[in-house]
């Protein structure tokens, strides 16, 4: 169906690979209207409740194609940007838990899709950074943004102004990813994670998670109002009857969505 990108359901998880080996599955403008598109058709599957990108190969996204850039003119560079930066930030606001399986290199644009997923786990071999200064370009795809929510203002400048590449045991002790595992265990231990996020009420895990994103971004009295209001909102579902029966009744819940 997708060109540079392959997807199958397991179940209600979704699993997508970007599938350019050859070009360390960089972002070009093909690999993104995939995306564009794939992310659509998740948006729209209300049976999945998470959601993996990995990639194929030996890297995850090793950053934008630099070819299909060095060109660009202002108004070019432009679009391009706010085109890759609402495509993750689409990414970003999806409902489901979203993981980043990250294989290999994540750079530039691969540190950047990474971050627009909720958890980043990685394989030993994974490089992660933001080379973009020695390119003569800022990142482009909201990288400035999101790598000091994640890692803190000052560690995420040294890492951009410097464009270094670090290790995925580095990425862990800096708060970027959330675990690492050997190469091969990589895939089963996403697997293993969204399926602990999606046997759960997924009404439920969707407004947790619409709590933490928001309320990240408001005062603390705002996101508790927030909380409170999500937590009222879970008493009108047919979920939380059945959670709490399931409970009372000590039996597994089977959850509709409803």
């Known amino acids: 169906m997708y060109e540079t990108v392959r997807y199958e359901k397991e179940g209600n998880i979704g699993i997508a690979t970007i599938n350019r080996p050859k070009a360390l599955n960089a ?89 627009s997923f909720d958890i980043i786990l990685a394989s030993e071999k994974a490089k992660f950074g933001q080379p973009e200064v020695g390119l003569g370009i800022t990142p482009g795809f909201s990288g400035t943004q999101r790598l000091p929510r994640r890692v803190g203002i000052a560690k995420a400048k040294e890492l951009i102004f410097s464009g270094k590449m670090i290790t995925a045991a580095e990425a862990k002790e800096i708060g970027l990813v959330n675990a690492v595992y050997p190469a091969e265990e990589l895939m089963n231990a996403a697997k293993e994670m969204a399926a602990s996020f999606a046997k759960n009420a997924p009404i439920a895990v969707k407004y947790c998670k619409a709590c933490i994103d928001r309320g990240m971004q408001i005062d603390i009295d705002d996101g508790i109002a927030l909380e409170n209001e999500m937590f009222a909102m879970c008493f009108a579902t047919e979920d939380q009857k059945e959670g709490m029966s399931a409970f009372l009744e000590k039996r597994p819940a089977v959850f509709k969505n409803q």
């Open 27 to 115: 972002l070009n403008g093909a690999v993104v209207s995939d995306l564009e598109a794939l992310i659509s058709e998740v948006e729209k599957d209300t049976e999945l409740g998470a959601f993996i990108l990995t990639g194929e190969g030996r890297s995850f996204v090793a950053g934008a194609d630099i070819g299909e850039q060095q060109p660009m003119n202002l108004a070019e560079g432009r679009k391009w940007g706010q085109r890759g930066s609402a495509l993750f930030r689409r990414i970003e606001k999806l409902e489901i838990p979203t993981i980043a399986a990250v294989n290999g290199f994540a750079l530039g644009g691969g540190c950047e899709i990474a971050m």
